[in-house]
T-cell receptor
Framework: DSGVTQTPKHLITATGQRVTLRCSPR?????VYWYQQSLDQGLQFLIH???????AKGNILERFSAQQFPDLHSELNLSSLELGDSALYFC??????????????FGPGTRLTVL | AQSVTQLDSQVPVFEEAPVELRCNYS??????LFWYVQYPNQGLQLLLK??????LVKGINGFEAEFNKSQTSFHLRKPSVHISDTAEYFC????????????FGKGTMLLVSP
């Protein structure tokens, strides 16, 4: 158990819908990272938040957005869903000091299926 | 920008045999190097990481990896595998400057059979 929690574990929805994935980081970790894992693209970095502020963006679509709340939990919002958005979405957390090789601890993931 | 190439998508091996999973990277800046393991239906778990110093890094579950700067490689090895090592293994890099965003390879599925 990494100490990172993600809900829900599974999500099945239809094209065009909007969903919210939730992540709670390990106690004391200020950074939250979101990754998407799919068969064709592999594991791709989406976005990084540090203490409530966006710090880095990866291959995140405009239809996707995220935020980190004062209690440090984070939500990833996916809208206008398409079949190709079906994937495993992972959240990771770390202490994350600049230039520091912090270990990222991964949650169990949310499996999104878009029908 | 960084990129990671894992040369084998699948590596089948018999129990108690040695194994090497290959990883090469490309980066315009200095990087930290990581190996993560993903067991079926689970999240990723850190196996080991190279930060600096000795190029041979020991990790959990008997795994080790060697950093080779001239060949830009970070191959993962285990002298004797167990059935329980069956999992997907990901090599990753992060830039030494800035925040530690990870760039992953496509993964190598290690299949250990009796």
């Amino acid at each position: 158990d990494s100490g990172v929690t993600q809900t829900p574990k599974h999500l099945i929805t239809a094209t065009g819908q909007r969903v919210t994935l939730r992540c709670s980081p390990r106690s004391g970790d200020l950074s939250v990272y979101w990754y998407q894992q799919s068969l064709d693209q592999g594991l791709q970095f989406l976005i990084h938040y540090y203490n409530g502020e966006e710090r880095a963006k990866g291959n995140i679509l405009e239809r996707f957005s995220a935020q980190q709340f004062p209690d440090l939990h984070s939500e990833l919002n996916l809208s206008s869903l398409e079949l190709g958005d079906s994937a495993l979405y992972f959240c990771a957390s770390s202490v994350a000091r600049m230039g520091s090789p912090d270990t990222q601890y991964f949650g169990p993931g949310t499996r999104l299926t878009v029908l | 920008a960084q990129s990671v190439t894992q040369l084998d998508s699948q590596v089948p091996v018999f129990e108690e045999a040695p194994v090497e999973l290959r990883c090469n990277y490309s980066s315009s800046v200095s990087v930290y190097l990581f190996w993560y393991v993903q067991y079926p239906n689970q999240g990723l778990q850190l196996l080991l990481k190279y930060l600096s110093g000795s190029t041979l890094v020991k990790g959990i579950n008997g795994f080790e990896a060697e950093f080779n700067k001239s060949q830009t490689s970070f191959h993962l090895r285990k002298p004797s595998v167990h059935i329980s090592d069956t999992a997907e293994y990901f090599c990753a890099v992060s830039a030494r400057r800035g925040y530690s965003t990870l760039t992953f390879g496509k993964g190598t599925m290690l299949l250990v059979s009796p």
